[in-house]
């Protein structure tokens, strides 16, 4: 199999890096600069024109911000694509979308697997990720050890099904942090060290990732530096509503974002929506 990879983002970056070191890897990026580097550093193909990645590579992987990329990326090049291309999109992507991003490829004999993953670039880095994988499980075979190159891979069922997950598997992420961030600052303001109530906490049935890794990682030490921009999280976030619908317990999740976002940046940490809560 030819491997090509297109996106070298924060996650991009190390995933293309980790299956580099198992395959041989074409690598397109937006940003020609950035792609030199990574060719430089961990002797992947840097490749100049994306339709090359579609002409010279049966194994496509994306990570892009949005499925509007990728499906505009598709549509531009699906004409150079070689018949039985598989394409793994590691995008935190929308379902329909990749769904629709399915039919074209189909039209031109080739396939779709979305493969969203979570950990973040650290993990991203170290090759020890968690991937979702949804799609045919006949084609999820004939990859799955090139995923396993750069994470752990947990087959999802039909298309599309992965990346309803990755949405509601966000939203709770960041509500968890949100709620365990006001519940530490009430803590805080009774006169109790967040540093014992973590201590507590996760040893207990309250604990959550964001107990045990984001709060004292990020927020405590005021770093704000995980890796994952807000923007990129809103994003997730109204994926996730067009399958939650008339939510009940999110409700007050989309409200403070929308609140957040109206008088910040939205390429800020989404850490930092925890300021909003809980006061250093």
């Known amino acids: 199999m030819k491997i090509g990879f ?4 924060k996650m991009g970056y190390g995933i293309a890096y980790n299956i580099s070191k198992k395959y041989n890897v074409s690598i397109w990026n937006r940003t020609n600069n950035i792609a030199k580097k990574h060719s430089i550093e961990h002797n992947t193909i840097f490749t100049k024109n994306i339709f090359d990645i579609f002409k010279k590579n049966n194994v496509i992987f994306t ?54 993953v979570s950990g973040g670039p650290g993990k991203a880095h170290t090759g020890t990720l968690t991937s979702m994988i949804g799609g045919e499980k006949y084609i999820y ?39 365990a961030s006001e519940g530490l600052n009430a803590l805080k303001n009774y006169g109790v060290d967040p540093n014992i109530a973590l201590k507590v906490i996760n040893k207990s049935s309250g604990r959550s990732l964001m ?37 009940i317990m999110f409700k007050e999740t989309y409200k403070l974002l929308n609140k ?5 940046d939205d390429n800020l940490d989404y850490t930092e929506i925890t300021k909003l809560l809980y006061k250093n």
């Open 6 to 9: 297109i996106g070298l983002g």
């Open 141 to 179: 075979n004939k990859v799955e050890d090139i995923i396993k190159s750069f994470s752990n891979p947990i087959y999802c069922g039909c298309l599309g099904n992965a990346n309803a997950i990755k949405s509601i598997n966000n939203i709770l992420n960041i509500t968890h942090l949100c709620i």
């Open 260 to 264: 957040f976002l109206i008088n910040n």
């Open 63 to 116: 990570c892009l911000p949005t499925s509007y990329e990728v499906i505009e990326i598709i549509k531009n090049n699906s004409n150079y694509l070689q018949k039985d291309t598989i394409l793994i999109d590691c995008t935190t992507g929308d379902p329909y979308i990749t769904k629709e991003i399915g039919s074209i490829l189909k039209t031109h004999n080739s396939y779709i697997l979305d493969c969203p």
């Open 211 to 247: 107990t045990e890794e984001r709060i004292p990682q990020e927020i405590i030490t005021e770093k704000y530096n995980y890796g994952f921009k807000i923007g990129l999280m809103n994003k997730d976030i109204q994926i996730a509503n067009k399958l939650l619908g008339d939510t």
